[in-house]
């Protein structure tokens, strides 16, 4: 198989196979970091930090899930610390927390483009935000996203619901308050 074979040539350090590996997985994983970032040169300074990462860190690489899993996850990591160092740190308030009935109901007028439900999203508060991307846009699961994020499960679920509100009212009111 190709992936295993270039692994475990690049845990041997082999810079061809790095390079290789690379090429596959760039393109991918820049769209992955353009997400968060919002900017390509930031995009390509959290890629470049991602595979340095991956790389160094790559005897950890058990091959329990693909490469590209094991990658992506690095590149979101990744993509959250460069925000949080832009921002100064967003502080976080875990106090007011609840627990939340997950409603998986995510369905949208179908006049609301995908444009729109990106600009939206792009307007919510961060702590929703990052929920909100890895959940819908990357497919992380609570558990996945509280380990990511350093929160507890429930409060994922807590931003998750209350970040899919907010989205819907930003879609509900850019669709019926511009006329569009």
């Given at each position: 198989m190709f992936q295993?074979?270039?692994?475990?040539?690049?845990?041997a350090n082999d810079r061809a196979a790095q390079l290789q590996l690379y090429r596959k997985y760039c393109d991918?994983?820049?769209?992955?970091?353009?997400?968060?970032?919002?900017?390509?040169?930031?995009?390509?300074?959290?890629?470049q930090e991602?595979?340095?990462?991956?790389?160094?860190?790559?005897?950890q690489f058990?091959?329990?899930?693909?490469?590209?899993?094991w990658l992506k996850r690095i590149v979101v990591n990744k993509s959250i610390d460069f925000l949080k160092l832009k921002k100064e740190k967003i502080s976080l308030n875990e106090d007011n927390?609840?627990?939340?009935?997950?409603?998986?109901?995510?369905?949208?007028?179908?006049?609301?483009?995908?444009e729109q439900?990106?600009?939206a999203i792009d307007e919510l508060q961060d702590k929703y935000k990052y929920v909100?991307?890895?959940?819908?846009v990357e497919g992380y699961d609570h558990q996945e996203i509280a380990q990511v994020l350093n929160i507890s499960e429930s409060a994922c679920r807590t931003?998750?619901?209350?970040?899919k509100s907010y989205l819907k009212e930003l879609l509900k009111g850019n669709n019926y308050g511009t006329g569009s």
């Amino acid at each position: 198989m190709f992936q295993s074979s270039v692994v475990e040539k690049c845990k041997a350090n082999d810079r061809a196979a790095q390079l290789q590996l690379y090429r596959k997985y760039c393109d991918g994983m820049f769209i992955v970091a353009m997400r968060f970032v919002k900017n390509a040169d930031d995009a390509e300074d959290v890629l470049q930090e991602s595979f340095i990462k991956a790389f160094q860190k790559i005897h950890q690489f058990k091959g329990d899930v693909t490469f590209g899993a094991w990658l992506k996850r690095i590149v979101v990591n990744k993509s959250i610390d460069f925000l949080k160092l832009k921002k100064e740190k967003i502080s976080l308030n875990e106090d007011n927390m609840h627990v939340v009935v997950e409603d998986d109901n995510w369905n949208v007028s179908s006049t609301i483009s995908i444009e729109q439900v990106r600009y939206a999203i792009d307007e919510l508060q961060d702590k929703y935000k990052y929920v909100v991307l890895m959940f819908l846009v990357e497919g992380y699961d609570h558990q996945e996203i509280a380990q990511v994020l350093n929160i507890s499960e429930s409060a994922c679920r807590t931003r998750l619901s209350r970040g899919k509100s907010y989205l819907k009212e930003l879609l509900k009111g850019n669709n019926y308050g511009t006329g569009s």
